[in-house]
């Protein structure tokens, strides 16, 4: 077994970081202020679910605004002004006419100081985010999606879509003391693309930034992935599903190792629509409507490569040995060589992606948070260059490993355990019912 690739250092994120990008086409600032490590990885213990419901509340009222007269007055000042939650940071996200920013943030900044969280609203928040999460269990993709986070966080509260036992305990006090600790968090940092000059918006900020306390939330270690030991195989049942689901994954590389180059173009090849599995699998068998695989996204933790699939009830028994003997041999196959032969100048010309307004503000971003590099076009064209089958044969062998697999499916329990127990006996699945999502 390949080991686990060592995760990231802890990001470098300054507090009052501005990060900015001018764009004068039109009259417009999009700004987003991050409060870093606000996110929901600070949930209290049986309390899960409270980060998001901070954020959901923050223009719900103050003692002296309503929540009808917040919204009339950011849509007068032809503002859209929310607020949402990530595992890491509380994100406040502004879009609105140049001319009116200070405006906004003003009324953001008196908001942000004066939030009271009225329990009226409370009692709606929470009714709608329980509705919500009973809902979710309707959507088989989200299931799937959530239950692979859930086994791949040790089966904790990371990748439940919520928990009606903490939301239902959730008081008016605990989100008081929650918000504190966020609105103080030690570190805040804006993103910002607007027409105005950076001189300018730098000023407007002030009324966020300066004079802020920063005895709040500091920014923890993200949750690791578990490892993986064989193949390891959940299947959240669903009793009568007229199709199957999987989502497989096994170890990817770290945000900066050279090698993830060479990972893109072989992902590309492999997985991506009209890729070699979906060829395999979708074109030429008729056994799914896709087959796909995908690169986790590392971050401070090493990333993972992910696999899905959607076969029929009637066509698991075929795809599911057929994809893991593709994983296997996929590189001898000389369709996938053809395929990845192609790579290397579709992904030069996709180099103009990274010029997009919003790619380089994230780039940058990415450069303090990951440590991740920002390529002119020359060194980016000269590191797709250098990836040849030679270079990509060994990351293959190095970093694909369908021995010790992560394995989750969604479907009929006991049709998929006979069909694992025919593909491999060492597979010994843990059945879940998708209820415990949101338990």
Wanted: hydrophobic share 35%; glycine share 6%; with cysteine.
């Amino acid at each position: 077994m390949n080991p686990t690739p060592k995760s990231a250092s802890i990001d470098r994120i300054a507090n009052n970081a501005v990060y900015y990008q001018n764009d004068p086409r039109v009259p417009m600032t999009s700004l987003m202020i991050t409060f870093h490590g606000g996110g929901f990885q600070q949930d209290p213990v049986g309390l899960s679910g409270m980060a998001k419901i901070v954020s959901k509340l923050l223009f719900r009222g103050t003692p002296t605004l309503s929540r009808e007269t917040i919204a009339q007055r950011f849509d007068l000042l032809g503002a859209t002004v929310d607020a949402y939650v990530t595992e890491t940071d509380c994100i406040v996200s502004v879009s609105c006419f140049s001319k009116n920013l200070r405006e906004v943030l003003h009324t953001i900044a008196t908001i942000l100081r004066d939030v009271h969280f009225p329990q009226d609203e409370i009692d709606l928040v929470k009714k709608h985010e329980l509705s919500s999460i009973e809902a979710s269990l309707q959507d088989p993709d989200r299931v799937l999606g959530a239950a692979h986070e859930y086994v791949l966080f040790g089966k904790n509260s990371y990748g439940k879509f919520g928990s009606r036992t903490a939301i239902t305990n959730i008081t008016r006090t605990d989100l008081q003391q929650h918000y504190l600790s966020m609105y103080t968090t030690s570190v805040v940092f804006c993103t910002v693309i607007s027409d105005l000059s950076r001189e300018t918006i730098m000023q407007e900020l002030e009324i966020i930034l300066s004079n802020r306390a920063t005895n709040g939330f500091t920014l923890k270690p993200e949750e690791r992935f578990n490892n993986t030991h064989g193949r390891e195989a959940v299947i959240v049942h669903s009793q009568g599903a007229s199709n199957d689901r999987l989502r497989w994954s096994h170890h990817g590389l770290t945000a900066t190792d050279d090698r993830r180059f060479d990972l893109y173009l072989v992902i590309d090849a492999l997985g991506s629509f009209e890729g070699f599995l979906f060829d395999q699998l979708r074109n030429q068998r008729g056994w799914c409507y896709g087959a796909y695989a995908s690169i986790m996204q590392a971050t401070t933790r090493a990333g993972r490569i992910s696999y899905y699939a959607d076969p029929s009830s009637e066509t698991s028994d075929k795809l599911i040995p057929e994809f893991l003997r593709l994983l296997h041999c996929f590189s001898d196959e000389q369709d996938f060589r053809h395929r990845l032969a192609e790579r290397n100048t579709t992904f030069k010309n996709r180099y103009a992606y990274q010029l997009d307004i919003r790619k380089k503000l994230w780039n940058e971003v990415n450069r303090d948070r990951y440590g991740i590099p920002i390529l002119d076009r020359q060194e980016y064209h000269k590191r797709i260059d250098a990836v040849t089958f030679t270079t990509a044969k060994k990351v293959i062998d190095s970093v694909f490993d369908v021995h010790n697999i992560m394995m989750v499916f969604y479907g009929d329990a006991e049709r998929l355990q006979k069909i694992l127990s025919n593909v491999d006996s060492a597979i010994k699945p843990i059945v879940l019912e998708k209820e415990i999502l949101i338990q």
